[in-house]
């Protein structure tokens, strides 16, 4: 049985603005309005504007809330201060990554749980589940927010023109309670594009009289509405993982190269404790398939699922690729054996439809903003 998608708060101003849409996760959402590259040069140059609504927005409040959230998580989610952010992930009881997830706490006994789309209610599910025993409550607050993001050098003041928050004030992975445009938001400042930026959460019947009003203050600077398009591009010139493509049940964090997220030294139990300091052990006595960069020496586009070749023998698999707008050239992120996967390891190429095309090995990310 087909089941139709779900509209954001700002659907009709996406078809209004001439978007292409697409069902992404079980929701109808903007790929791009007009040139996928002018949204991406936008946001690398002046400031883009994207509607985030379908992500996964899960509170967890009460007494034993941090609790829940140490126990559930693999972070040590109880040093994270008021007003702060930060980037975690759940995994299963054999440390294969459920998702990626930044916890935003709101409050003394509130925090609240983002999720990524396709996985908002395997990761509401977990923590159901994972609650039993802690004084706490976990709520589904997905309809109970839309989601603004605007990002790019000139974000800064043109949400300082709509807003009375203190933006300068506000930290890299933090939120603060704030009114856009007259209306009550949480401001936070995190982002996926590699550049600055905020993401504005607030009610739906907000959202577009917010959309408009930052798009009438950023009128003089060049700000254009973006797609989940040039979000994919930005994000992986930034070198940003994407469930689904780095990050799968069948990885841990450390086979991610993202160990660093699992916090061993906070008190208690985790779920998947065991299976990720087997997986820490393991990483550090044979190394598994590294996480790197690959930038074509041609013009040919590598996607997902094709192999990393070196000396006629598979060496690793990609899991993201494409045109690179920056860059002016194909790109690609891979796992590749650790025997090729130093910077600029000679012989590695790209097995795209049968031809082994030449590819440079680098480091992530491909690109950093200057601060």
């Avoid at 929701?27 to 609504?53: I, K, N, Q």
């Avoid at 925090?111 to 802690?134: E, I, K, P």
């Avoid at 974000?155 to 506000?170: E, F, H, M, N």
């Avoid at 130093?342 to 790209?350: I, M």
Wanted: charged share 20%.
């Amino acid at each position: 049985m087909s089941t139709a998608p779900r509209l954001t708060a700002l659907d009709a101003l996406h078809r209004s603005l001439g978007a292409t849409m697409t069902d992404f996760a079980g929701w109808d959402m903007p790929l791009r309005y007009a040139s996928e590259r002018d949204e991406h040069h936008a946001v690398r140059t002046r400031a883009g504007l994207f509607d985030l609504s379908h992500m996964g927005e899960i509170t967890v409040t009460g007494p034993q809330a941090v609790d829940l959230l140490d126990y559930a998580l693999v972070g040590n989610i109880s040093t994270v201060g008021n007003g702060r952010a930060r980037y975690t992930m759940i995994c299963q009881e054999d440390g294969g990554i459920l998702d990626d997830l930044i916890v935003y706490r709101l409050g003394e006994t509130e925090y609240m749980v983002v999720a990524n789309a396709s996985n908002a209610q395997t990761v509401l599910d977990a923590l159901v589940a994972r609650a039993g025993g802690f004084d706490a409550e976990v709520r589904d607050d997905r309809d109970a927010y839309a989601l603004i993001a605007i990002q790019g050098p000139e974000s800064p003041g043109i949400l300082k023109s709509v807003t009375d928050a203190d933006l300068d004030g506000l930290k890299y992975y933090a939120g603060l309670p704030g009114t856009v445009a007259g209306v009550p938001a949480l401001i936070a400042r995190t982002g996926y594009t590699g550049e600055d930026g905020f993401e504005l959460f607030l009610k739906p019947e907000h959202a577009e009289g917010v959309w408009k009003a930052l798009t009438e203050a950023g009128e003089g600077v060049g700000l254009i509405p973006c797609g989940l398009s040039c979000r994919d591009t930005l994000r992986l010139e930034a070198g940003m993982p994407l469930y689904g493509h780095e990050l799968t049940t069948a990885l841990t964090p450390f086979d991610a190269g993202l160990g660093r997220v699992v916090k061993f030294e906070k008190p208690g139990d985790f779920v998947g404790r065991a299976a990720l300091e087997a997986a820490a052990e393991r990483a550090e006595s044979a190394p598994p398939r590294k996480l790197v960069g690959l930038i074509a020496e041609g013009r040919r586009v590598p996607r997902a699922g094709f192999q990393v070749v070196a000396g006629g023998e598979v060496v690793g698999e990609i899991t993201s690729g494409a045109p690179s707008p920056t860059l002016g050239k194909p790109i690609a992120i891979a796992y590749v054996d650790a025997a090729h996967a130093a910077p600029g390891t000679a012989g590695v190429g790209v097995d795209i439809r049968g031809t082994h095309e030449p590819y440079e090995v680098v480091a992530l990310p491909f690109y950093k903003r200057q601060k």
